[in-house]
Structures are given as C-alpha cells and as structure tokens.
C-alpha cells in the first residue's frame, strides 16, 4: 500500500504564444484553494492525500484539469465550487463526478 490514499496532481502548466493552457484558464488559484481544502480533511478525517501541481498533462483544450489517483479519474474544473463536488463526491462519498469527468476518462 503506498504511503497516500490518493494523489491529485493539477496541470498548471503556461504555454506561450497565447495557446490555450490550463494556468490561463485558472489553475493555480484553484490549486491553492484545493491545497488548502485538502489540509483541512486530512487533519479532521485522518485520511491521507497528497495534491501536487504538475506539468502539462496533455489535454490543455479541456482545462483546467486534475487526474486522482490511483483511481486514475479526470476531471474538468473551473470554480471552487467544482474543486467543492469533487472533494465531497469523489473524495469522501467515492462517487464519480459526471458533470466534470473529461471525454474518454474513466
């Protein structure tokens, strides 16, 4: 079992020449708003789960995105209330977030 229940990486990666990217679409405040979401379930629930800003993930048209693992789950996001239903659906009820799960993910 590894050391985390589940690890959340979020593209906040810029690309240049004006192309579409998910650091223009919003991602790093919301990084830091889930960041800070996050902390306060872990210490409450005694859970275990790790949120890290990553490079581009490969699907900058569909952003800003985040992929949980080990589930291997996608997710589309534009506000804290999004980053809220995936925190309460996702991560504490175990549901699938349908309304922000990306094309072609689990």
């Not at 959340?8 to 990084?31: M, Q, S």
Request: hydrophobic share 30%; aromatic share 8%; net charge positive.
């Amino acid at each position: 079992m590894s050391y985390y229940q589940q690890h959340i990486f979020l593209c906040t990666n810029l690309r240049e020449n004006n192309k579409d990217c998910c650091a223009k679409r919003g991602a790093n405040p919301l990084l830091d708003y889930l960041k800070t979401k996050i902390k306060l379930l872990t210490e409450n629930q005694q859970r275990k789960i790790r949120v890290s800003y990553s490079g581009c993930l490969g699907r900058c048209s569909l952003g800003p995105l985040l992929v949980i693992y080990p589930e291997s789950t996608w997710y589309h996001y534009d506000t804290e209330h999004d980053i809220d239903e995936i925190i309460e659906r996702h991560l504490i009820k175990k549901q699938i977030v349908h309304r922000l799960l990306l094309p072609n993910a689990k």
